[in-house]
């Protein structure tokens, strides 16, 4: 028995998951999650935010020191959206590797994409009672810089790409106020309409009317979670959910026009999350709209997840050739250090 983990270092929040590999199983043992808020003022190919990036490197530090405490074999560490983007992301990611302890890379618009949906599919092939072989799929990462999209055809990534919109980006520039101006969302919904129009246009080339729409990561587990009700988080239990559009468009004007503590008052909305989960569900609602879906599949599984299997996979000298793994996802209940949305971006 050995035991790995994979670190996320994204726009809004700093991610780790820690899992044990048992006789070719997986089992996640812990999640841990901190906002740090990376993104914040931040602009392309501008520079980190001094008091964000101490923050982040703060958690690293608390993060190595409970990955020794766990007696982790090897963690692999990956940074996304915004850091691709910094114009010191060398140097940062030099410091991150001083308080992790283990390397750190960033990741490419394609690693990231691939890494999120090996991620997202090995865990939903494990929990859900059916398979996606041979079913055209295309997952999206919505995160708080940028948005992943992958076309998976059988056990292949045929197509991948990134847009630099996520929930905290365009609430920076449209969304900051509680409650939210109909003006104001409608600007929203142009801007991010202009943003992933090519992406859909490339989408469209590889698949017909007939694929899964699967989302991942932080707006969409907390759409997952407010629509079961969840009041206490429990990792994994959403996947497989559908959100239908009309329910996404419900409560994106339900949540625009409450302010931020009336927000924080429904079940299953992270504290923490209440200003920018208006941009999020914005997002999820234009591609929802743009790729012509009804609903959409929930899975709180995604690019975490993709980094965890990577860290056993090249302890183990394991290369497998496609998106599934010869490494099995098995769950048990989870530990995390607050135990609510401790599993997502």
């Not at 690693?111 to 865990?123: C, P, Q, S």
């Not at 799929?137 to 919505?142: P, Q, S, T, W």
């Not at 339900?254 to 299953?268: H, Q, S, V, Y």
């Not at 992270?270 to 899975?299: A, C, F, K, W």
């Amino acid at each position: 028995m050995k035991r790995f983990a994979g670190v996320d270092i994204g726009s809004h929040t700093v991610r780790m998951l820690v899992v044990e590999e048992r006789s070719g199983a997986l089992f996640p043992l812990s999640h841990h999650r901190r906002i740090t808020r990376l993104a914040e003022n931040f602009q392309d190919k501008g520079y980190l935010s001094t008091t964000r990036k101490r923050q982040t490197l703060e958690v690293l530090r608390d993060y190595c020191r409970i990955l020794k405490d766990f007696g982790v074999a090897y963690a692999f560490c990956g940074a996304t959206g915004v850091v691709r983007r910094a114009g010191e992301k060398e140097a940062f990611v030099k410091d991150v590797e001083s308080a992790l302890s283990y390397p750190c890379k960033v990741l490419s618009e394609e690693d990231e994409a691939l890494t999120a949906a090996r991620g997202t599919l090995n865990v939903i092939r494990a929990r859900m009672d059916l398979s996606f072989y041979g079913m055209p799929a295309v997952l999206f990462d919505l995160g708080g810089g940028s948005t992943e999209f992958v076309v998976v055809r059988s056990d292949r990534l045929v197509f991948s790409t990134s847009v630099f919109v996520g929930a905290s980006t365009i609430t920076g520039m449209f969304l900051k106020d509680a409650p939210v101006g109909s003006g104001k969302i409608r600007e929203a919904k142009e801007y991010v309409d202009n943003l992933l129009k090519p992406a859909v246009v490339e989408i469209g080339r590889f698949v017909d009317s007939s694929f899964e729409l699967i989302g991942t990561a932080g707006t969409v587990a907390t759409l997952g979670a407010i629509f079961l009700g969840m009041m206490s988080y429990e990792p994994y239990r959403m996947i497989g959910t559908k959100l239908s559009l009309p329910w996404v468009e419900k409560i994106l004007k339900e949540l625009a026009g409450l302010t931020f503590e009336d927000r924080r008052k429904i079940p299953g909305l992270e504290p923490g999350r209440e200003d920018v989960i208006v941009g999020g569900t914005l997002i999820v609602h234009r591609i929802l709209s743009l790729l012509g879906r009804q609903e959409m599949i929930v899975s709180d599984a995604g690019l975490l997840e993709g980094l965890a299997l990577i860290a056993a996979e090249e302890y183990m000298g394991l290369t497998p050739d496609g998106i599934y793994s010869p490494l099995t996802w098995h769950f048990e209940k989870a530990k995390g250090e607050n135990n609510f949305f401790d599993a997502r971006r």
